[in-house]
Nanobody, 114 residues
Framework: VQLQASGGGLVQAGGSLSLSCAASGIAFSFHAMSWYRQVPGKQRELVAV???????DYADSLKGRFTISRDNAKNTVFLQMNSLKPEDTAVYYC?????????WGQGTQVTVSS
């Protein structure tokens, strides 16, 4: 199983980034896919989730700025991040979950400069 996250980088406050996470080795369409983020010294926190049926949910503080989507034909989940703030700086991880199966990607760094 591999979850390959990409798309992170350095962006100025107010800018946008789009993250992708390509999955292999799993029955992707059955899995709920999530994005989490973590800053040093803090717990990893849920950013957004999209279930196998396409239903989405977001951390309350991020609603309206971030959009999660998935392409089951490409085994890929996306995170569109708009109006970025310095406090969005973190390592972003994708996660795949189906029943007791739970997988993490390697993370991609997002840095938002003020």
């Amino acid at each position: 199983v591999q979850l390959q996250a990409s798309g992170g980088g350095l962006v100025q406050a107010g800018g946008s980034l789009s993250l992708s996470c390509a999955a292999s080795g799993i029955a992707f369409s059955f899995h709920a896919m999530s994005w989490y983020r973590q800053v040093p010294g803090k717990q990893r926190e849920l950013v957004a989730v999209i279930d196998s049926g396409g239903e989405t949910d977001y951390a309350d503080s991020l609603k309206g700025r971030f959009t999660i989507s998935r392409d089951n034909a490409k085994n890929t989940v996306f995170l569109q991040m708009n109006s970025l703030k310095p406090e969005d700086t973190a390592v972003y991880y994708c996660n795949a979950r189906w029943g007791a199966s739970h997988y993490w990607g390697q993370g991609t760094q997002v840095t938002v400069s003020s």
